[in-house]
């Protein structure tokens, strides 16, 4: 049984009686097994699975626990477990709620067509771009903060001027998710917070809550909102690290003060790591205030080498030397990591370790589900599934030459109209009799424009030689509509009327695939993926990147074929998709990619003064104590070897550093 196998500490934490328990569980020390204890607890009590309630930070990693815990419980897949994203659709969904969840950057463009068609031409203020917008817009969500303009002026007075507009564009950006039945992942939590408060039955007797220190106010009103008396939290207020997307370690610091009666339980022995790497993560965290007090114990002892640290004139030689050390380890490429502060350092570490002919990983890149012929094949499949799916079609129609996606969004619009609220009916069965494109009224004040002086002519798409009924169609009078948009309309128009005709979900993925539409958008990758520097296609990389798109459709059939429906299969891949596997290779990880793993051997590269702690970046989060609780949780990834390391210059960009504080913290001597 799971329980026998905790030590007492662990035992302690997973057997508390039912309230409110915080588990501090530092890095190590083993709180995966003290969660699946904790349901194993629960379950010999007579708790139903029903009943328990599991939010992870990666859908990963509950199912890791529900599969360890099913190895003793038959009915332990009964759990309701996932991150607060995956939970809160499932549960919206089994209430018969009809929504369509998109990705942040699907929604983006959504924002963007709304962003597009104003103005802030008459603003002395210089205005946040419209993916910076969305960002703050999603940060201000999950602050649970109740007033925007507020909230902005806040954090950057000079803004106050653009607030007017930002918040026209915020509430029509609201009304088309509504009026679509849109929802992103801060909709999501927010909406099932409402469907609680309302007093929807709520089956939980206990919520089990991973990395609990990683919490935004969002997530914590929706724990507040569903728990019923019993909370088990476990995380580590020195691996908050996430302050940046909004997260409040006060959440975790304030829990005895929220909760009376709550007992505090604390992990001390960690099996990770040598007592040397650990000597020096404490000896920096130590200075942080100590929220809760805890002494970690090692239990693997001394390791038979200490951690090294190695200096460099200049950060090319750092990262050379890097590939070279790695190279002569005796250890597996994917027992390996190099760490580092932001993405920049990565480039040079990556070339250097592949002029080596050493592979590498890079979690944090382009993952499989955000190349764009994957994301156009999603695109597409939805948009046959739901053609209430505006984001699909928006996205779909930015590969048409001309057709960007303020345009789209117009066309869109126009098509709902024709087809009496069915995109799909708009195209093959339009009510021409219908009026699109008509003027809008202008609001200087919230940056609008009136678009539709003037209708189009569809003269201009003569020479395409398109059948009458589709000239027809209201939508080629769209003014700025091009030629080359309007062939690629046609396109789709065919596509859609044979499609139609296919029920089954493989053979609606073949015929997908097989459609001039889709051959059109694959075959532009393709060319902007072999041009040389005179902008020349070569064959060869041409037939390499369209081999390259083609493994990676097979591989997304594969995947398809695991689901009854597409609809199943596509709301799968939007949940799960950051969670693709990588290829095996020496891993080149972000510190807050790098959470939650481990490995034999870790390198921390560029620590020095700006770079590690990086002043920056750390001044709009959570300051240099934010940054220390960054080194912690690099350092202790490593299990059995760390190597800090650092350069006095960067000749690229022609700056001089100093060693980090944190090496002197960590009682280092550094010579310079």
């Not at 969002?218 to 088990?232: H, P």
């Not at 960007?404 to 109209?417: F, N, P, R, T, V």
């Not at 009327?497 to 015929?511: A, G, L, T, Y």
């Amino acid at each position: 049984m799971p329980l026998t196998k905790l030590n007492q500490e662990q035992l302690s934490s997973a057997t508390a009686p039912l309230g409110y328990n915080l588990v501090i569980a530092s890095a190590g020390t083993g709180k995966t097994s003290t969660i699946v204890g904790r349901i194993a607890h629960l379950l010999n009590s007579g708790i139903k699975p029903e009943e328990i309630l599991l939010l992870t930070f990666t859908n990963k990693a509950s199912e890791e626990m529900i599969k360890r815990a099913s190895v003793f419980f038959d009915n332990a897949n009964k759990i309701a477990a996932g991150t607060f994203h995956s939970v809160c659709y499932k549960w919206l969904r089994r209430l018969n709620k009809n929504i369509t969840l998109k990705s942040p950057t699907d929604l983006k463009i959504l924002f963007k067509s709304i962003y597009d068609k104003r103005s802030f031409h008459h603003l002395a203020t210089t205005p946040y771009q419209s993916s910076y917008l969305y960002d703050l817009y999603s940060l201000f969500l999950n602050s649970d903060a109740s007033n925007f303009r507020e909230w902005l002026i806040q954090k950057n007075p000079p803004q106050e001027e653009c607030v007017l507009i930002y918040e026209g564009i915020i509430e029509e950006y609201e009304e088309k998710k509504s009026q679509y039945n849109l929802v992103d992942f801060n909709s999501l939590i927010k909406m099932m917070i409402d469907q609680l408060q309302q007093g929807i039955p709520n089956p939980y007797k206990e919520i089990l809550v991973d990395e609990y220190q990683d919490t935004n106010p969002l997530q914590n009103k929706f724990i507040n909102s569903v728990q019923r008396g019993s909370l088990f939290c476990v995380g580590d207020y020195d691996q908050s690290i996430y302050a940046f997307n909004g997260a409040d370690i006060s959440i975790i610091s304030s829990f005895q003060d929220r909760y009376p009666n709550a007992n505090v339980y604390t992990l001390t022995k960690n099996y990770r790591s040598y007592a040397q790497i650990l000597d020096i993560a404490n000896k920096v965290i130590q200075n942080n205030p100590r929220i809760y007090p805890k002494t970690l114990e090692v239990v693997r002892g001394k390791a038979p080498q200490n951690p090294k640290v190695l200096g460099y004139s200049d950060t090319t030689s750092q990262y050379k030397d890097i590939a070279h050390l790695i190279a002569q380890l005796p250890v597996a490429y994917e027992e390996i990591a190099v760490l580092f502060r932001n993405n920049s350092s990565a480039d040079s570490i990556e070339a250097y370790l592949r002029e080596l002919n050493i592979p590498t990983q890079r979690k944090g890149g382009i993952s499989f589900f955000d190349t764009k012929e994957i994301k156009i094949t999603l695109d597409l499949l939805t948009f046959i599934t739901n053609p209430h799916d505006v984001m699909s079609f928006i996205h779909i129609f930015e590969y048409a030459r001309g057709v960007g996606s303020a345009i789209a969004h117009d066309i869109y619009e126009a098509l709902k109209i024709l087809g009496d609220n069915d995109a799909i009916k708009g195209f093959l069965a339009p009510n021409n009799k219908k009026h699109v494109f008509q003027n809008r009224q202008k609001a200087t004040q919230l940056g609008l424009f009136d678009d539709f002086m003037v209708l189009g002519s569809v003269s201009k798409f003569r020479d395409l030689h398109l059948p009458e009924e589709f000239l027809k169609n209201p939508i080629l009078k769209h003014p700025k509509l091009t030629k080359e948009g309007g062939a690629f309309l046609y396109d789709f128009y065919l596509f859609l009327k044979h499609i139609r005709n296919f029920k089954n979900p493989s053979s609606i993925f073949d015929e997908t695939i097989k459609s001039n539409v889709f051959n059109h958008i694959i075959d532009n990758l393709c060319i902007a993926r072999s041009k040389n520097k005179l902008s020349q296609v070569n064959k060869e990389k041409y037939d390499q990147a369209k081999s390259k798109i083609l493994n990676k459709l097979a591989i997304l059939k594969n995947l398809l074929r695991n689901y009854a429906s597409l609809e199943s299969f596509l709301n799968a891949m939007i949940l799960g998709s950051n969670e693709f596997t990588p290829s095996k290779g020496v891993n080149l990880l972000t510190v807050h990619a790098s959470k939650g793993l481990e490995f034999k051997e870790v390198f921390v590269v560029d620590l020095m003064q700006k770079r590690f702690p990086n002043e920056k970046l750390s001044a709009s989060a959570g300051g240099i104590e934010e940054e220390r609780r960054l080194f912690y949780v690099a350092t202790t990834r490593a299990k059995d070897m760390l190597y800090l390391t650092f350069a006095k210059r960067d000749n690229i960009k022609n700056i001089d550093y100093q060693p980090s504080m944190f090496l002197k913290e960590a009682g280092f001597k550094i010579k310079i």
